[in-house]
């Protein structure tokens, strides 16, 4: 069992940058690959990013690439978005989620998810 909080979400105007952390509880976090997930109001939840379970490889929808960075750190059981350069429609909440595989973007493959964290970026 994995328990996944999400947090450092909030107003930030566009251009500017967040960074959200996801932490974990349980021994087992370092045997996960780790996404980071968004939902804005009336859409469907849509893949952001990705790192393996070592955290040597990564991947994100195009629309990041180049701005946003995933990161973890397993020795203290925590994963990163780091987000610049953050446009209006980068509004959504955030959520990290845990899957056994890194060859994943589908909702239904990640096993565990946190909460959300509420990102919004006035124009």
């Known amino acids: 069992q994995v328990q996944l909080v999400e947090s450092g979400g909030g107003l930030v105007q566009a251009g500017g940058s967040l960074r959200l952390s996801c932490a974990a509880s349980?021994?087992?976090?370092?045997?996960?690959?780790m996404g980071w997930f968004r939902q804005a109001p009336g859409k469907e939840r849509e893949f952001v990013a990705i790192?393996?379970?070592?955290?040597?490889?990564?991947y994100y929808l195009d629309s990041v690439k180049g701005r946003f960075t995933i990161s973890r750190d397993n020795a203290k059981n925590t994963v990163y978005l780091q987000m610049n350069s953050l446009k209006p429609e980068d509004t959504a909440v955030y959520y990290c989620?845990?899957?056994?595989?890194?060859?994943?973007?589908?909702?239904?493959?990640?096993?565990?998810w946190g909460q959300g964290t509420q990102v919004t970026v006035s124009p």
């Open positions: 989620a845990a899957s056994s595989s890194y060859y994943t973007r589908r909702t239904d493959e990640f096993d565990y």
């Open positions: 349980g021994r087992t976090f370092s045997s996960y690959a």
């Open positions: 790192i393996s379970q070592m955290g040597s490889r990564t």
